[in-house]
């Protein structure tokens, strides 16, 4: 039967979810506050320059292409894929290098020049995640709404010593420092800590081995703007510049259900389903009335655990930087590692040291930037706003900690060349991408927040509400919240 459906935001969750649902034959109307569409994956652009807001780390293409393919197209007509090698540049805090890809022998020769005794136990990790991999990876696509579905799970999750961090995991297998930072640091990418996230997310260094590191040409806003392409052709309809002010709510046989819509200017849509792609936690406190909820309170969003929040600095040079040994994506390590994800995770304190992800794409793409010129971004992890910071007076005092950094150790002269710039902070991720506390990548992704435990894709407090993105099953992530599109929809085609 065909169904008018409202999707709620416009990130890879959001677009994924309304092709998919498209394709069943729906009638579908997409809903975003800001002036272009992408959610987190916005796309600024100033004097020449294209930044992509993130995420700009491509992994499982074929989690894209099986949505094309579905829709009788090829992605390869609407966006690009590049493979990126190395994947990541890994710099410590003395600037030894780790460079990173899926070839087992280049590897093994990097980690040849840091500790030869760390080969074989790097060979049995690869041959332990290879196991979490296809084991835990067959899950990213089934929903868990009931018990039972995570009771069939459990044998698998247990057996996958899905109760110890990734760190810990990793030190099984590896002892030198540097080394268990390159292969434990990828929760991070998901919001995660890797000494409190599950082991099951080692399976991203396998995931990378099986289907590469990509990069879109031309930015996110490629696919971006193939995925609304797609959906047009398909008979979807986009609202831009139009922000949702609260979720309808009726009852019906004393069960409440989702009607639709109501907009910031009054106007009220109605819908037989609502899939939302905004956070979930910030859905529950802002778009559905306190009477409505009996398990997400107040009080219960409050206490769950969310992601760290990011300072992200986006700036274009008129110098290039070719000659400074940097890659595509470069990893760069402070100091402390545990001491660091302890201040931002447990105690939410800024440290006066940080590590970095400097993202440098017009090594692959220069239409990123004027010609002869360079594009970057740099992220530095912080505390959600649990934290006592205060980002109206701290906001450039960071900065210009970490663009001195930068200037003295990667990029030199880099301030006297800088003609674009601009940067978010925690507020932005609260006040503008309307996320709870300013988590980047929403509820943190620990074990007792995973799977049935995690808010899940199908709302607990009312029919036809559905949830997409980094806040629902599986997790954050492009993999992640591809394949929670897939999932809304598998759901809602079975309704």
């Given at each position: 039967?065909?169904?008018?459906?409202?999707?709620i935001?416009?990130?890879?969750?959001?677009?994924?979810?309304?092709?998919?649902?498209?394709?069943?034959?729906?009638?579908?109307?997409?809903?975003?506050?800001?002036?272009?569409?992408?959610?987190?994956?916005?796309?600024?652009?100033q004097?020449?320059?294209?930044?992509?807001?993130?995420?700009?780390?491509?992994?499982?293409p074929?989690?894209?292409?099986?949505?094309?393919?579905?829709?009788?197209?090829?992605?390869?007509?609407?966006?690009?894929?590049?493979?990126?090698?190395?994947?990541?540049?890994?710099?410590?805090?003395?600037?030894?290098?780790?460079?990173?890809?899926?070839?087992?022998?280049?590897?093994l020769?990097?980690?040849?020049?840091?500790?030869?005794?760390?080969?074989?136990?790097?060979?049995?990790?690869?041959?332990?995640?290879?196991?979490?991999f296809?084991?835990?990876?067959?899950?990213?696509?089934?929903?868990?709404?009931?018990?039972?579905?995570?009771?069939?799970?459990?044998?698998?999750?247990?057996?996958l010593?899905?109760?110890?961090?990734?760190?810990?995991?990793?030190?099984?297998?590896?002892?030198?420092?540097?080394?268990?930072?390159?292969?434990?640091?990828?929760?991070?990418?998901?919001?995660?800590?890797?000494?409190?996230?599950?082991?099951?997310?080692?399976?991203?260094?396998?995931?990378?081995?099986?289907?590469?590191?990509?990069?879109?040409?031309?930015?996110?806003?490629?696919?971006?703007?193939?995925?609304?392409?797609?959906?047009?052709?398909?008979?979807?309809?986009?609202?831009?510049?139009?922000?949702?002010?609260?979720?309808?709510?009726?009852?019906?046989?004393?069960?409440?259900?989702?009607?639709?819509?109501?907009?910031k200017?009054?106007?009220?849509?109605?819908?037989?389903?609502v899939?939302?792609?905004?956070?979930?936690?910030?859905?529950?406190?802002?778009?559905?009335?306190?009477?409505?909820?009996?398990?997400?309170?107040?009080?219960?969003?409050?206490?769950?655990?969310?992601?760290?929040?990011?300072?992200?600095?986006y700036?274009?040079?008129?110098?290039?930087?070719?000659?400074?040994?940097?890659?595509?994506?470069?990893?760069?390590?402070?100091?402390?590692?545990?001491?660091?994800?302890?201040?931002?995770?447990?105690?939410?304190?800024?440290?006066?040291?940080?590590?970095?992800?400097?993202?440098?794409?017009?090594?692959?793409?220069?239409?990123?930037?004027?010609?002869?010129?360079?594009?970057?971004?740099v992220?530095?992890?912080?505390?959600?706003?649990?934290?006592?910071?205060?980002?109206?007076?701290?906001?450039?005092?960071?900065?210009d900690?970490?663009?001195?950094?930068?200037?003295?150790?990667?990029?030199?002269?880099?301030?006297?060349?800088?003609?674009?710039?601009?940067?978010?902070d925690?507020?932005?991720?609260?006040?503008?991408?309307?996320?709870?506390?300013?988590?980047?990548?929403?509820?943190?992704?620990?074990?007792?927040?995973?799977?049935?435990?995690?808010?899940?894709?199908?709302s607990?407090?009312?029919?036809?509400?559905?949830?997409?993105?980094?806040?629902?099953?599986?997790?954050?992530?492009?993999?992640?919240?591809?394949?929670s599109?897939?999932?809304?929809?598998?759901?809602?085609?079975?309704?």
């Amino acid at each position: 039967m065909k169904k008018k459906i409202i999707v709620i935001g416009s990130g890879f969750g959001g677009l994924a979810a309304a092709a998919r649902l498209l394709i069943q034959g729906h009638e579908v109307d997409i809903y975003e506050k800001r002036d272009k569409l992408g959610g987190r994956a916005y796309v600024y652009e100033q004097d020449g320059f294209k930044f992509d807001g993130g995420p700009t780390i491509i992994t499982a293409p074929y989690l894209f292409d099986e949505i094309f393919e579905a829709a009788g197209k090829n992605r390869e007509d609407y966006f690009t894929f590049v493979k990126n090698d190395p994947f990541y540049r890994i710099f410590d805090h003395n600037k030894r290098v780790f460079n990173y890809n899926d070839d087992e022998m280049f590897i093994l020769n990097e980690i040849d020049k840091v500790n030869p005794a760390d080969k074989r136990g790097y060979l049995n990790f690869v041959h332990k995640t290879k196991d979490i991999f296809e084991k835990a990876f067959d899950l990213i696509d089934t929903p868990f709404d009931t018990w039972g579905s995570m009771i069939k799970a459990a044998p698998d999750l247990i057996s996958l010593r899905a109760d110890k961090g990734v760190y810990k995991y990793v030190s099984n297998f590896i002892e030198d420092e540097f080394l268990r930072q390159v292969f434990s640091f990828h929760p991070l990418l998901i919001g995660g800590n890797p000494f409190d996230a599950s082991a099951i997310y080692a399976m991203i260094h396998y995931l990378e081995r099986e289907w590469g590191v990509y990069y879109t040409m031309g930015g996110t806003a490629s696919a971006i703007n193939g995925f609304a392409q797609l959906i047009e052709e398909l008979g979807g309809k986009i609202h831009l510049n139009t922000e949702v002010d609260e979720i309808i709510v009726n009852n019906l046989y004393n069960k409440n259900y989702a009607a639709g819509v109501k907009l910031k200017d009054g106007t009220t849509v109605f819908a037989n389903e609502v899939v939302c792609n905004a956070d979930v936690a910030w859905t529950y406190s802002n778009l559905i009335p306190t009477e409505h909820r009996k398990k997400y309170t107040d009080q219960k969003l409050d206490k769950m655990r969310y992601s760290m929040s990011l300072f992200v600095i986006y700036f274009g040079t008129k110098k290039q930087y070719r000659d400074q040994g940097l890659g595509h994506h470069n990893i760069i390590l402070g100091p402390r590692y545990k001491g660091l994800l302890d201040d931002i995770f447990k105690n939410k304190i800024l440290s006066d040291d940080f590590s970095l992800y400097l993202h440098m794409p017009t090594l692959t793409d220069p239409s990123m930037a004027p010609e002869g010129c360079e594009s970057f971004y740099v992220l530095s992890p912080v505390p959600h706003l649990d934290s006592d910071t205060d980002w109206r007076t701290e906001a450039k005092v960071y900065r210009d900690k970490i663009m001195n950094f930068l200037e003295e150790n990667y990029l030199p002269d880099l301030q006297e060349n800088i003609i674009s710039e601009h940067y978010i902070d925690p507020l932005h991720f609260q006040n503008e991408l309307n996320s709870y506390k300013g988590a980047f990548a929403s509820v943190e992704p620990i074990l007792t927040q995973s799977a049935f435990l995690r808010p899940h894709n199908k709302s607990e407090e009312m029919d036809h509400l559905y949830f997409v993105g980094a806040g629902t099953h599986p997790g954050a992530g492009l993999p992640g919240v591809i394949s929670s599109a897939k999932i809304a929809a598998k759901l809602i085609g079975s309704a």
